[in-house]
């Protein structure tokens, strides 16, 4: 089994990019995987009236996969990369750019290096109301990472978090846990990183 780093890419309607990814354990090759990441991705953002684009206001596109292969430290060796065009399809004006949709992975430890978190775009604002999530768009976030999750783990692939240093109770570094189970929060998350480079006007 080979450990990669896998990736979705997209643009935010002020034009900045945005990713997300997930570590996997896999036998597949690095293009197999692409193409089985890549797959995951377009079919759960597309499906008619519940697909992750019905999240995101038209400004808003996807524009690619990468799937990148690492090594014991978990450093990128050899990275592969696909192309897609789609945009989302939600009415409303997306929310700002430092806002995220959060999914919470989680293992079956209850211990804090064992969960792994993933940030999403922002959603429109048609998708929110006092700052969370709507229940129809929130369930919809959920069953489209659920069919993620099962097509990459169809195979015996995994998702996985691991630790950089070693921990307190004696786990070495870059031990590998597996993520079993999702939840999504309801509560809009903030990106920072994604707002940083933004340059500030004053009138």
């Known amino acids: 089994m080979t450990d990669y780093f ?16 997930r570590h996997i354990t896999s036998s597949q ?9 890549g797959n995951a991705w377009s079919a759960a953002w597309a499906v008619s009236g519940t697909g992750l684009a019905t999240l995101f206001s038209s400004g808003l596109t996807l524009t ?13 060796l050899t990275k592969s990369s696909s192309t897609v065009s789609a945009a989302g399809v939600a009415t409303g004006t997306s ?8 999914i919470d992975w ?9 969960r792994g978190r993933q940030a999403l775009p922002p959603p429109a ?29 169809a195979d015996g692939s995994s ?22 189970s999702l939840v999504v929060r309801t509560k809009i998350g903030s990106q920072r990183k994604r707002y940083r480079k933004e340059v500030a006007v004053y009138v």
């Open 6 to 21: 896998a990736q979705i890419h997209g643009v935010l309607p002020n034009g900045r990019s945005w990713s997300t990814g």
């Open 29 to 37: 090759t690095e293009g197999g995987l692409l193409t089985t990441w």
């Open 64 to 76: 690619g996969y990468t799937v990148a292969t690492l090594d014991a430290t978990m450093r990128e």
């Open 95 to 102: 929310l700002p750019s430092n806002c995220s949709i959060v």
């Open 106 to 114: 989680r293992s079956s430890s209850l211990r804090r290096s064992a």
């Open 125 to 153: 604002d048609t998708q929110v109301g006092n700052d969370l999530l709507l229940s129809t768009p929130a369930n919809n976030v959920k069953t489209a990472l659920l069919s993620v999750q099962s097509a990459i783990q």
């Open 159 to 180: 998702f996985f978090v691991y630790n950089r240093h070693p921990l307190v109770d004696g786990t070495p570094a870059y031990h590998k846990t597996t993520l079993t």
